[in-house]
C-alpha cells in the first residue's frame, strides 16, 4: 500500500512536471502566435480610444435613443425567451444522455416505443405560443418604427447618399453639404432621407437606430434621436467594394443652441485665402482637387467627391476612417490608396463615376501648401 | 446497359479501385460516383478551410495587414462560395449518390449516365470557380452578389467568373435532383411504401424538389447579371430603370429554399444515426418526416427575412417576420423528436452518435439565434453584422457539417469495408465541438456590440479585439481537430480493422450487404414489410415491448439473381462536362474567348451525341 501510494506520489509529479512543461510550451505558442499577429496589425490613424466615452461605442445594446431602445426591450424580450428554452432543451438533451447511456458498454433491453400523438400536439402548440407571444410586440414595434415622425416634433431633416466610400450629409432647412460626420441637435427626431449614388450601403449607427440600406433609385428613410448630447459611432453595414471597412460615419449629437451656432458656421461660403502658402495651396487645389472636390462660394463646385467646405472643422476624413491631422493629410496627400483601398484607376469624371482619390503626383511643397490651404476651411 | 451474368466471385470483386483512372472517369455506378463527390468535396473542404484560416488571421488584431482588402474581398466571396456550393452540397450529394439506391433497395440511379454528367458538371464547375484565384481574380462582391455591386466593374472578370461557375455547379445540382426524385419514385424495392422509406430518403426528396424548384429562379438572375455585366442589357441598372431589389429578391428566392438544402441532409442523417444507436425507432417518424415537408414548403416563402432592412414596407417585413417565426414550429418538432427518440433508449456513445447529438446541441443554438433574426426590429441591429455570421455558422457547421462528418463515421465502414478508429475519432469529435465554439460563440457579441460582417479590417478602441483573437484561436483548433480526422482516414486505410456487413447493428437495407457492397448492390432486390426493415428481420418485440433477436439471425448470403442489368460505364458525360468547362472559359474572356466556346460547343455536341447514340444494351461478349 505504502509503496503504492509513494509510486502514486512519484507518478503525479512526472505528470505534473509534464503538464507545466506542456502548460508552459503552451504559453509560449500563445505568446509567439500573439507576436506573428501583431506584426500584421497596421497603424491606427482612427483613435476612436481617445474619443469615445464607452468601452464599446457601437454597441447596439446600449441604446442612446427612441428607437434603439424600442429595439433594445424587443431584443431582450426574445433574447430571454429564447435562453430558457436553449437551457430547458440542452438540460434535457444532456440529462437523457447521462441517464440513458450504456455503462461499461453493455446493451439493455429498450422498450420500443414509435411516437406519442398526443405530445407531438403538445409540442407544436408550445412553439406556436411562444411564437404568437413574440410577434405581438414585434408587429406593433415594427409599425411604430417604421413610421415617419409626427409634424408637430419638428424634425430635421437631412438627406444621405451613399458613395463608394463615404457620406454625403445635404440639410435642405439650411443649405449645408458634408461628408461623413453628422450633427443633430439632442432630443429632437431627425428624418433621415436617403439613397445612393453607387452601389447599396446601409446607414447605421447602432446605438441610435438600426440600420437602413441605401438603394440606388430609390429613397429610404429613417428616423432617429439622440436623447443626450455625445459623440455616436456607425459604419456602412452593407457591403459596397473593397473599401467598405473604411466607410465610417460620426453622429455629433449636440444641445439646440450648439447645433443651431454649428449650422450658422456651416453655412458660411468660403472665401479663398490670397496671401501665404495657403493661397499657393488654394492654387493647386483649383488645378489638382476641383474637379472633384466642391467649395462653397469659390469656383469650385464639383459634386463627384466629399465637400470640403468647411473641411477643417471636421475630426476626420476619408469616410471618417482617419483622423484629421497634419501628419494623417500628408500621408494621404502623398498616395491616397496607401491609406484606404480605393479604385481610383476605374475612375470617368465625365460619367460622373469616382471609385477613390488617385494619386495626384503632388510635390512635398504642393503638399505643404495643400495642407496650409485646408486648414483654413474652418 | 449491360446484362451481367457472371460468376459471383467476380461481382464481389469489382471493387471501385480496380480499374484504374479510366473506370472513374467513365463510371456511372452510383456507389463511385457518390465516392467521388465525397472525395471533391473533402478537397474542396480544404481549400474553404484556408480560406477561412487566412481571414482569421487577418482579424486576429486591429487594423490587420497579413491581407489585402482586395484579397480580403476575394477570400470571404470565396469562402462561402466553396463551403456552401462546394462542399456542403457535394457532400450531402455523396451520401444520397451512395445511399439512396441502397436505402430503397434499388440496383443503381434511375439516370447513371446523367448522374455521371451532374458529378463531372459539379467537378468542372468547382474548378472553374477556384482556379479564378490564378487568373486574374476570384469573385470579390460577395456569394450573395448584390446588384449593382455584382455588376459594377465589368473591365475585371471576377464576378464574371461567379455567375458563370454557380450557373454550372447548379445545372449539377438540377440534374440531379430529376435524377434522385424519379429514383425515389420509380426504384423502389418491393413493398417500400414512401412512409416506410428511410428520413434520410425523405429529406433527400424534400431537398431535392426545393432545388427543382429554387434553381430555376437563380438561373434567371445570374443571366440576367452576366448580360448587365457583358451586354449592357440594364436588368439591375437603376439609372437606366433596371431594379437592384429585384435581384435581391430572386436571390434570396433561390437562397433560403438553399438553406434548407444545406441542412436537411444531416437533419437525415441524423435521423438514421440516432435510433440505431439508441436501439429504438425513430420517435415520432411521421411527424419527423411531415415536419421536413413543412420546411420545405414554409421555405419558399421566408425569403425576404434577408432584406428587412433594404426598404420594403413594414406590411412586407410584418409578414415575411411572421412566416419566418412559424418555420420555428416544425424545425422544433423535429428537435423534440430527436429527443424522444434517444429517450428510453440503450445509448452508445460512438463517434457518429456523438456528432448526431453535437449536431442537436448546436443547431439548437442557430436555431434559436434564427428566431432573434424573425424580430425584424431585432434583425434592423443584427443583419450584416456578426451575429448573422454566428447563427449561419451555428446551423451550417454546428448542424449540417456536424451532421455530415457523423454521417462520415456512420457510413465509412460500409463504403470502405474498414473501421475508422474510434478514439482518434472522439478525439475529432470533443477538438471540433471546442474549436467551433470558442470560433464562433464570440462572433453573437461581435456582432451586437456593432461589428458588420464582410469588413477586412476593423479600428482599436470599438472592443472588438479580445473576441476577434478569441475566434482566430479557435480556428486554428478547428483546423487542427480536422487533421485529427485527415490522420484516422490514412492510418484506416493503413491498418484499419475490418467492418463486416453490420458493424452497428443497423436498421436500414444498406446493412444488408457487404461492405462495400457489392457493385449490383443486391444480390435479390429485398421486398420489404416495414419500415426499419432490416431491423425486424433480425428483432421481434417481446410482450413487454422490448426486442428480443431473432434466431437464428436471417441469412444475408444469398445467391445473385440470374440476370442483373447494371448500367454500362460511358465516357461521354465527362467529354460533355469538360466541353461546357471549355464554353465557360471563353464567356469569361469575350470576345476573343469566342473561340474557346467555340470549341467548347463542339466538344459538349459531341459528348451528348455521342451519349445519345450509345446503344443501352453493349454486348460485351
Given at each position: 500500500?505504502?509503496?503504492?501510494?509513494?509510486?502514486?506520489?512519484?507518478?503525479?509529479?512526472?505528470?505534473?512536471r509534464?503538464?507545466?512543461r506542456?502548460?508552459?510550451?503552451?504559453?509560449?505558442?500563445?505568446?509567439?502566435?500573439?507576436?506573428?499577429?501583431s506584426?500584421?496589425a497596421?497603424?491606427?490613424?482612427?483613435?476612436?480610444?481617445?474619443?469615445?466615452?464607452?468601452d464599446l461605442?457601437?454597441?447596439?445594446?446600449?441604446?442612446?435613443?427612441?428607437?434603439?431602445?424600442?429595439?433594445?426591450?424587443?431584443?431582450?424580450?426574445?433574447?430571454?425567451?429564447?435562453?430558457?428554452?436553449f437551457?430547458?432543451?440542452?438540460?434535457?438533451?444532456?440529462f437523457?444522455?447521462?441517464k440513458f447511456?450504456?455503462?461499461?458498454?453493455?446493451?439493455?433491453?429498450?422498450k420500443q416505443?414509435?411516437?406519442?400523438?398526443?405530445l407531438?400536439?403538445a409540442?407544436?402548440i408550445?412553439?406556436?405560443?411562444?411564437?404568437a407571444?413574440?410577434?405581438?410586440?414585434?408587429?406593433a414595434t415594427?409599425?411604430?418604427?417604421?413610421?415617419e415622425?409626427?409634424?408637430?416634433?419638428?424634425?430635421?431633416?437631412?438627406?444621405?447618399?451613399?458613395?463608394q466610400?463615404?457620406?454625403?450629409?445635404?440639410?435642405?432647412?439650411?443649405?449645408?453639404?458634408?461628408?461623413?460626420?453628422?450633427?443633430?441637435?439632442?432630443?429632437?427626431?431627425?428624418y433621415?432621407?436617403?439613397?445612393?449614388?453607387?452601389v447599396?450601403?446601409?446607414?447605421?449607427?447602432?446605438?441610435?437606430?438600426?440600420?437602413?440600406?441605401l438603394?440606388?433609385?430609390?429613397?429610404?428613410?429613417?428616423?432617429?434621436e439622440a436623447?443626450?448630447?455625445?459623440l455616436?459611432?456607425?459604419?456602412?453595414?452593407?457591403f459596397?467594394?473593397?473599401?467598405?471597412?473604411d466607410?465610417r460615419?460620426?453622429v455629433?449629437?449636440?444641445?439646440e443652441?450648439?447645433?443651431?451656432a454649428?449650422?450658422?458656421?456651416?453655412?458660411?461660403?468660403?472665401?479663398?485665402?490670397t496671401?501665404g502658402?495657403?493661397?499657393?495651396?488654394?492654387?493647386t487645389?483649383?488645378i489638382?482637387?476641383?474637379?472633384?472636390?466642391?467649395?462653397d462660394g469659390?469656383?469650385?463646385?464639383?459634386?463627384?467627391?466629399?465637400?470640403?467646405?468647411?473641411?477643417?472643422?471636421?475630426?476626420?476624413?476619408?469616410?471618417?476612417?482617419?483622423?484629421?491631422?497634419d501628419?494623417?493629410l500628408?500621408?494621404?496627400?502623398?498616395?491616397?490608396?496607401?491609406?484606404?483601398?480605393?479604385?481610383?484607376?476605374?475612375?470617368d469624371?465625365?460619367?460622373?463615376?469616382?471609385l477613390?482619390?488617385?494619386?495626384?503626383?503632388?510635390?512635398?511643397?504642393?503638399?505643404?501648401?495643400?495642407?496650409a490651404?485646408?486648414?483654413?476651411?474652418? | 446497359?449491360?446484362?451481367?451474368?457472371?460468376?459471383?466471385?467476380?461481382?464481389h470483386?469489382s471493387?471501385p479501385a480496380?480499374?484504374?483512372v479510366w473506370?472513374?472517369?467513365?463510371?456511372?455506378?452510383?456507389?463511385?460516383?457518390?465516392?467521388l463527390?465525397?472525395?471533391?468535396?473533402?478537397?474542396?473542404?480544404?481549400v474553404g478551410?484556408?480560406?477561412?484560416l487566412?481571414?482569421?488571421?487577418?482579424?486576429a488584431?486591429?487594423?490587420?495587414?497579413?491581407?489585402?482588402?482586395?484579397?480580403?474581398?476575394?477570400?470571404?466571396?470565396?469562402?462561402a462560395?466553396?463551403?456552401?456550393?462546394?462542399v456542403?452540397m457535394?457532400?450531402?450529394?455523396?451520401?444520397?449518390?451512395?445511399?439512396?439506391?441502397?436505402?430503397?433497395g434499388?440496383?443503381?440511379?434511375?439516370?447513371?449516365r446523367?448522374?455521371?454528367?451532374?458529378?463531372?458538371v459539379?467537378?468542372?464547375?468547382?474548378?472553374?470557380?477556384?482556379?479564378?484565384?490564378?487568373?486574374?481574380?476570384?469573385?470579390?462582391?460577395g456569394?450573395?452578389?448584390y446588384?449593382?455591386?455584382?455588376t459594377?466593374?465589368?473591365?475585371?472578370?471576377?464576378?464574371?467568373?461567379?455567375a458563370?461557375?454557380?450557373?454550372f455547379?447548379?445545372?449539377?445540382?438540377?440534374?440531379?435532383?430529376?435524377?434522385?426524385?424519379?429514383?425515389?419514385?420509380?426504384?423502389?424495392?418491393?413493398?417500400?411504401t414512401?412512409?416506410?422509406?428511410?428520413?434520410?430518403?425523405?429529406?433527400?426528396?424534400?431537398?431535392?424538389?426545393?432545388?427543382?424548384?429554387?434553381?430555376?429562379?437563380?438561373?434567371?438572375?445570374?443571366?440576367?447579371?452576366?448580360?448587365?455585366?457583358n451586354?449592357?442589357?440594364?436588368?439591375?441598372?437603376?439609372?437606366?430603370?433596371?431594379d437592384?431589389i429585384?435581384?435581391q429578391?430572386?436571390?434570396?428566392?433561390?437562397?433560403?429554399?438553399?438553406v434548407?438544402?444545406l441542412i436537411?441532409?444531416a437533419?437525415?442523417?441524423?435521423?438514421?444515426?440516432l435510433p440505431t444507436?439508441?436501439?429504438?425507432?425513430?420517435f415520432?417518424r411521421?411527424?419527423?418526416?411531415?415536419?421536413?415537408?413543412?420546411?420545405g414548403?414554409m421555405?419558399?416563402?421566408?425569403?425576404?427575412?434577408?432584406?428587412?432592412?433594404?426598404?420594403?414596407?413594414?406590411?412586407?417585413e410584418?409578414?415575411?417576420?411572421?412566416t419566418?417565426?412559424?418555420?420555428?414550429?416544425?424545425?422544433g418538432?423535429k428537435?423534440?423528436?430527436?429527443?424522444g427518440?434517444?429517450?428510453?433508449?440503450?445509448?452508445?456513445?460512438?463517434?457518429?452518435?456523438?456528432?448526431?447529438?453535437?449536431?442537436?446541441?448546436?443547431?439548437?443554438?442557430?436555431g434559436?439565434?434564427g428566431?432573434?433574426?424573425?424580430?425584424?426590429?431585432?434583425?434592423?441591429?443584427?443583419?450584416?453584422?456578426?451575429?448573422?455570421?454566428?447563427?449561419?455558422h451555428?446551423?451550417?457547421?454546428?448542424g449540417?457539417?456536424?451532421g455530415?462528418?457523423?454521417?462520415?463515421?456512420y457510413?465509412?465502414?460500409?463504403?470502405?469495408?474498414?473501421?475508422?478508429?474510434?478514439?482518434?475519432?472522439?478525439?475529432?469529435?470533443?477538438?471540433?465541438?471546442?474549436?467551433?465554439?470558442?470560433?464562433?460563440?464570440p462572433?453573437?457579441?461581435?456582432?451586437?456590440?456593432?461589428?458588420?460582417?464582410?469588413?477586412?479590417r476593423?479600428?482599436?478602441?470599438?472592443?472588438?479585439?479580445?473576441?476577434?483573437?478569441?475566434?482566430?484561436l479557435?480556428?486554428?483548433?478547428?483546423?487542427?481537430s480536422?487533421?485529427?480526422?485527415?490522420?484516422?482516414?490514412?492510418?484506416?486505410?493503413?491498418?484499419g480493422?475490418?467492418?463486416?456487413?453490420d458493424?452497428?447493428d443497423?436498421r436500414t437495407?444498406?446493412?444488408?450487404?457487404?461492405?462495400?457492397?457489392?457493385?449490383?448492390?443486391?444480390?435479390?432486390?429485398?421486398v420489404?414489410?416495414?419500415e426499419?426493415d432490416?431491423?425486424?428481420r433480425?428483432?421481434?418485440?417481446?410482450?413487454?415491448?422490448?426486442s428480443?433477436?431473432i434466431?437464428?439471425?436471417?441469412?444475408m448470403?444469398?445467391?445473385?439473381d440470374?440476370?442483373?442489368?447494371?448500367?454500362?460505364?460511358?465516357?461521354?458525360?465527362a467529354?460533355?462536362?469538360a466541353g461546357?468547362f471549355?464554353?465557360?472559359?471563353?464567356?469569361?474572356?469575350?470576345p476573343?474567348?469566342?473561340?474557346?466556346?467555340?470549341?467548347?460547343?463542339?466538344?459538349?455536341?459531341w459528348?451528348?451525341?455521342?451519349?445519345?447514340?450509345?446503344?443501352?444494351?453493349?454486348e460485351?461478349h
Amino acid at each position: 500500500m505504502s509503496v503504492n501510494d509513494g509510486d502514486t506520489g512519484v507518478g503525479s509529479r512526472v505528470i505534473e512536471r509534464t503538464l507545466h512543461r506542456k502548460r508552459t510550451l503552451l504559453m509560449l505558442l500563445l505568446f509567439a502566435a500573439i507576436l506573428v499577429l501583431s506584426a500584421c496589425a497596421g497603424t491606427d490613424r482612427l483613435g476612436i480610444d481617445s474619443i469615445a466615452d464607452s468601452d464599446l461605442p457601437q454597441n447596439s445594446l446600449d441604446p442612446a435613443g427612441p428607437a434603439a431602445r424600442s429595439i433594445d426591450g424587443l431584443w431582450w424580450l426574445v433574447f430571454w425567451i429564447a435562453t430558457a428554452v436553449f437551457v430547458m432543451v440542452e438540460a434535457a438533451l444532456v440529462f437523457t444522455i447521462f441517464k440513458f447511456r450504456r455503462r461499461d458498454g453493455k446493451d439493455r433491453p429498450v422498450k420500443q416505443v414509435h411516437g406519442s400523438t398526443r405530445l407531438e400536439i403538445a409540442w407544436t402548440i408550445v412553439p406556436v405560443v411562444l411564437m404568437a407571444a413574440l410577434a405581438i410586440p414585434t408587429i406593433a414595434t415594427l409599425f411604430e418604427l417604421r413610421a415617419e415622425p409626427d409634424p408637430s416634433e419638428n424634425a430635421l431633416q437631412i438627406g444621405v447618399t451613399g458613395h463608394q466610400w463615404w457620406w454625403e450629409f445635404y440639410y435642405p432647412e439650411y443649405g449645408i453639404t458634408t461628408a461623413n460626420e453628422m450633427h443633430i441637435p439632442a432630443g429632437r427626431a431627425v428624418y433621415l432621407t436617403m439613397t445612393s449614388a453607387d452601389v447599396i450601403h446601409s446607414f447605421w449607427v447602432p446605438r441610435l437606430n438600426g440600420k437602413r440600406d441605401l438603394v440606388p433609385g430609390r429613397t429610404t428613410n429613417l428616423t432617429m434621436e439622440a436623447d443626450e448630447p455625445g459623440l455616436f459611432f456607425g459604419q456602412c453595414a452593407e457591403f459596397c467594394g473593397i473599401a467598405h471597412a473604411d466607410m465610417r460615419q460620426r453622429v455629433f449629437a449636440e444641445s439646440e443652441s450648439d447645433f443651431a451656432a454649428w449650422a450658422a458656421a456651416q453655412a458660411e461660403p468660403v472665401t479663398p485665402p490670397t496671401e501665404g502658402l495657403a493661397a499657393a495651396g488654394w492654387d493647386t487645389f483649383q488645378i489638382s482637387c476641383s474637379s472633384c472636390h466642391a467649395i462653397d462660394g469659390t469656383s469650385a463646385v464639383a459634386k463627384l467627391a466629399p465637400d470640403l467646405t468647411h473641411f477643417a472643422s471636421r475630426t476626420t476624413f476619408a469616410g471618417a476612417s482617419i483622423a484629421r491631422t497634419d501628419g494623417h493629410l500628408r500621408e494621404w496627400l502623398r498616395n491616397p490608396v496607401d491609406l484606404k483601398p480605393m479604385r481610383p484607376e476605374f475612375n470617368d469624371l465625365s460619367a460622373g463615376r469616382v471609385l477613390g482619390m488617385p494619386d495626384l503626383d503632388l510635390t512635398e511643397q504642393q503638399i505643404d501648401e495643400l495642407i496650409a490651404f485646408l486648414d483654413t476651411l474652418e | 446497359m449491360a446484362t451481367l451474368n457472371p460468376p459471383r466471385e467476380e461481382l464481389h470483386s469489382s471493387g471501385p479501385a480496380r480499374e484504374g483512372v479510366w473506370g472513374w472517369l467513365t463510371t456511372t455506378d452510383h456507389k463511385k460516383i457518390g465516392i467521388l463527390y465525397g472525395g471533391s468535396a473533402i478537397v474542396f473542404f480544404l481549400v474553404g478551410g484556408i480560406e477561412a484560416l487566412l481571414i482569421r488571421v487577418q482579424l486576429a488584431v486591429p487594423n490587420g495587414e497579413f491581407l489585402s482588402a482586395d484579397s480580403y474581398s476575394q477570400m470571404f466571396t470565396m469562402h462561402a462560395t466553396t463551403m456552401v456550393f462546394l462542399v456542403v452540397m457535394p457532400a450531402a450529394a455523396a451520401f444520397t449518390n451512395y445511399f439512396l439506391p441502397l436505402l430503397i433497395g434499388a440496383r443503381d440511379v434511375a439516370f447513371p449516365r446523367l448522374n455521371a454528367f451532374s458529378y463531372w458538371v459539379f467537378l468542372f464547375g468547382g474548378i472553374f470557380l477556384t482556379t479564378s484565384f490564378f487568373l486574374g481574380g476570384a469573385p470579390d462582391g460577395g456569394w450573395f452578389g448584390y446588384a449593382p455591386l455584382s455588376t459594377q466593374l465589368n473591365e475585371v472578370v471576377r464576378m464574371d467568373y461567379w455567375a458563370l461557375g454557380l450557373q454550372f455547379v447548379g445545372l449539377a445540382s438540377l440534374l440531379a435532383s430529376v435524377n434522385f426524385i424519379t429514383t425515389i419514385f420509380a426504384m423502389r424495392a418491393p413493398g417500400m411504401t414512401l412512409m416506410r422509406m428511410p428520413v434520410f430518403v425523405w429529406m433527400a426528396l424534400v431537398i431535392n424538389f426545393l432545388l427543382l424548384f429554387s434553381l430555376p429562379i437563380i438561373t434567371v438572375g445570374l443571366i440576367e447579371v452576366f448580360l448587365d455585366r457583358n451586354l449592357g442589357t440594364l436588368f439591375f441598372d437603376a439609372a437606366n430603370g433596371g431594379d437592384p431589389i429585384l435581384w435581391q429578391h430572386l436571390f434570396w428566392l433561390f437562397g433560403h429554399p438553399e438553406v434548407y438544402v444545406l441542412i436537411l441532409p444531416a437533419m437525415g442523417v441524423v435521423s438514421e444515426i440516432l435510433p440505431t444507436f439508441s436501439r429504438k425507432p425513430l420517435f415520432g417518424r411521421s411527424f419527423v418526416i411531415f415536419s421536413g415537408i413543412a420546411i420545405g414548403f414554409m421555405g419558399f416563402g421566408v425569403w425576404a427575412h434577408h432584406m428587412f432592412t433594404a426598404g420594403l414596407g413594414p406590411v412586407a417585413e410584418a409578414a415575411f417576420a411572421l412566416t419566418t417565426m412559424f418555420i420555428a414550429v416544425p424545425t422544433g418538432v423535429k428537435i423534440f423528436n430527436w429527443l424522444g427518440t434517444i429517450w428510453g433508449g440503450s445509448i452508445r456513445l460512438a463517434t457518429p452518435m456523438l456528432f448526431s447529438l453535437g449536431f442537436i446541441a448546436m443547431f439548437v443554438i442557430g436555431g434559436l439565434s434564427g428566431v432573434t433574426h424573425s424580430i425584424a426590429p431585432a434583425d434592423w441591429q443584427q443583419t450584416d453584422t456578426y451575429y448573422v455570421v454566428a447563427h449561419l455558422h451555428y446551423v451550417l457547421f454546428g448542424g449540417a457539417v456536424l451532421g455530415l462528418l457523423g454521417g462520415l463515421y456512420y457510413w465509412w465502414p460500409k463504403i470502405t469495408g474498414k473501421m475508422l478508429h474510434e478514439g482518434l475519432g472522439k478525439i475529432h469529435f470533443w477538438s471540433i465541438l471546442v474549436g467551433f465554439n470558442l470560433t464562433f460563440a464570440p462572433m453573437h457579441l461581435l456582432g451586437l456590440n456593432g461589428m458588420p460582417r464582410r469588413t477586412y479590417r476593423y479600428p482599436e478602441g470599438l472592443g472588438f479585439e479580445f473576441w476577434n483573437f478569441l475566434a482566430t484561436l479557435g480556428s486554428f483548433l478547428i483546423a487542427a481537430s480536422m487533421l485529427v480526422l485527415f490522420w484516422n482516414i490514412y492510418r484506416t486505410w493503413r491498418r484499419g480493422e475490418v467492418a463486416g456487413p453490420d458493424p452497428w447493428d443497423g436498421r436500414t437495407l444498406e446493412w444488408t450487404t457487404s461492405s462495400p457492397p457489392p457493385v449490383y448492390n443486391f444480390a435479390q432486390i429485398p421486398v420489404v414489410e416495414h419500415e426499419d426493415d432490416f431491423w425486424h428481420r433480425k428483432y421481434t418485440t417481446s410482450e413487454d415491448g422490448t426486442s428480443v433477436a431473432i434466431d437464428p439471425p436471417p441469412n444475408m448470403d444469398l445467391e445473385p439473381d440470374a440476370n442483373i442489368h447494371l448500367p454500362s460505364p460511358s465516357f461521354y458525360p465527362a467529354l460533355a462536362a469538360a466541353g461546357m468547362f471549355v464554353i465557360l472559359m471563353g464567356l469569361v474572356y469575350l470576345p476573343w474567348g469566342l473561340v474557346a466556346v467555340g470549341a467548347g460547343f463542339l466538344a459538349t455536341m459531341w459528348g451528348l451525341f455521342g451519349w445519345s447514340m450509345e446503344p443501352l444494351t453493349r454486348e460485351d461478349h
